[in-house]
T-cell receptor, first 110, second 117 residues
Framework: GQQVMQIPQYQHVQEGEDFTTYCNSS?????IQWYKQRPGGHPVFLIQ?????EVKKQKRLTFQFGEAKKNSSLHITATQTTDVGTYFC??????????FGAGTILRVKS | DTAVSQTPKYLVTQMGNDKSIKCEQN?????MYWYKQDSKKFLKIMFS???????INETVPNRFSPKSPDKAHLNLHINSLELGDSAVYFC????????????????FGPGTRLTVL
């Protein structure tokens, strides 16, 4: 079945450093979603990318969807302590079923 | 004014017991889900209902039985609890099933932390 792989598993950065998490799918995706889960919280939708090569920005967050629509990345510029949490990518399989990546846990040292 | 709510927030119980978790959404969504998140944060879908009809049933032991009395509610009953059932269970909802293979944003509840002793 479809697999969505995400790396790295953990990332510890100094506040102000940049952070990137990468997502790769074993199959072509019609779209990809990104979610953020704060420690002790629940996943919260960040964004959906649909078009090949699409790039979207939300303040310090930049999301990219690969040309082949099999990979995606989330880049955070100048991390802040409020960025801590687990970032998940998720790709649709059928219907509204989402297959989630394993997540990247981000810790920010101030 | 919670969009997706779950009860209880915490559940501690003994092996072999039967327990239920309730979920309600006030977003008017057609589709609801149950996810299990293990200690390594891996998020795996268990079930999905669209308008009270079961549409996704992953490889889940039949000790787990979802029930959707109406499209705003999706409950999860677990029989004969085992140690491996300890996890955080999230309910979620989304606007509609997109049969063309696309997907819609999912709204998650706060989670129920289940601990089986």
């Amino acid at each position: 079945g479809q697999q969505v792989m995400q790396i790295p598993q953990y990332q510890h950065v100094q506040e102000g450093e940049d952070f990137t998490t990468y997502c790769n799918s074993s199959t072509t995706l019609s779209n990809i979603q990104w979610y953020k889960q704060r420690p002790g919280g629940h996943p919260v939708f960040l964004i959906q990318l649909v078009k090949s090569g699409e790039v979207k920005k939300q303040k310090r967050l930049t999301f990219q969807f690969g040309e082949a629509k099999k990979n995606s990345s989330l880049h955070i510029t100048a991390t802040q302590t409020t960025d801590v949490g687990t970032y998940f990518c998720a790709g649709p399989q059928y219907g509204n079923k989402l297959v989630f990546g394993a997540g990247t846990i981000l810790r920010v040292k101030s | 004014d919670t969009a997706v709510s779950q009860t209880p927030k915490y559940l501690v119980t003994q092996m072999g017991n039967d327990k239920s978790i309730k979920c309600e959404q006030n977003l008017g969504h057609d589709t609801m889900y149950w996810y299990k998140q293990d200690s390594k944060k891996f998020l795996k879908i268990m079930f999905s209902y669209n308008n009270k009809e079961l549409i996704i049933n992953e490889t889940v032991p039949n000790r787990f039985s979802p029930k959707s009395p109406d499209k705003a509610h999706l409950n999860l009953h677990i029989n004969s609890l085992e140690l491996g059932d300890s996890a955080v269970y999230f309910c979620a909802s989304s606007p509609r099933v997109n049969l063309a293979g696309g997907s819609n944003e999912q709204f998650f509840g706060p989670g129920t932390r289940l601990t089986v002793l």
